[in-house]
């Protein structure tokens, strides 16, 4: 069974840090991975998508890289800001019926 | 694209109520999720739709918990009747047939159980 995990569970850094958030994964016969954030409150927004061919995607200051041979992802966050706290998730779709498998997240505070 | 529309944002209810959340898919898609998450628990996947049909509810937590999908764009999330460790955040989230598409998460709806 895929099983998915982040670490740290939390995080707090100074503005204008780079950070990097973990992601691994049991299984690596999976479809894509995608990187999520959720404000308090809120639903979760998507940020990144990357297929399983794929070794990473950018989007402005995210960068999130695929090793799937060793079941691990990493966020990159450049130049944090204190509008980037908030949780992030990542997920994995595999398996015969096109499943998500979710971590618990990484909650980062961006201090000013 | 609207997205996916779920309804209501907010549900207050008393324990023992029958209560009802809706979901509107993207139009075109062909899975539907339904998500509980709490505090406790984290993101909890309840059941999952592939073209209108219920392919994995091994997540519902008790008989007390229905979910139908009549039609492509419409799907409901029962719980009958309900108690306060229901409340929780229930998500709505659908994706396209593709097997390497994204999923879309609603807003979510809060429901409390007093």
């Known amino acids: 069974k895929q099983e998915v995990t982040q670490i740290p569970a939390a995080l707090s850094v100074p503005e204008g840090e780079n950070l990097v958030l973990n992601c691994s994964f049991t299984d690596s016969a999976i479809y894509n991975l995608q990187w999520f954030r959720q404000d308090p409150g809120k639903g979760l927004t998507s940020l990144l998508l990357i297929q399983s061919s794929q070794r990473e995607q950018t989007s402005g200051r995210l960068n999130a890289s695929l090793d799937k041979s060793s079941g691990r992802s990493t966020l990159y966050i450049a130049a944090s800001q204190p509008g980037d706290s908030a949780t992030y998730l990542c997920?994995?779709?595999?398996?015969?019926?096109?499943?998500?498998?979710f971590g618990s997240g990484t909650k980062l505070n961006v201090k000013p | 694209d609207a997205g996916v529309i779920q309804s209501p944002r907010h549900e207050v209810t008393e324990m023992g109520q029958e209560v009802t959340l809706r979901c509107k898919p993207i139009s075109g898609h062909d899975y539907l999720f339904w998500y509980r998450q709490t505090m406790m628990r984290g993101l909890e996947l309840l059941i999952y739709?592939?073209?209108?049909?219920?392919?994995?509810d091994s997540g519902m937590p008790e008989d007390r918990f229905s979910a139908k999908m009549p039609n492509a764009s419409f799907s409901t999330l029962k719980i009958q009747p309900s108690e306060p460790r229901d409340s929780a955040v229930y998500f709505c989230?659908?994706?396209?047939?593709?097997?390497?598409?994204?999923?879309?998460f609603g807003n979510g709806t809060r429901l409390t159980v007093t």
């Open positions: 989230a659908s994706s396209p047939g593709v097997y390497n598409s994204p999923l879309h």
């Open positions: 739709f592939n073209n209108n049909v219920p392919i994995d």
């Open positions: 997920a994995v779709r595999a398996g015969n019926f096109n499943k998500f498998y």
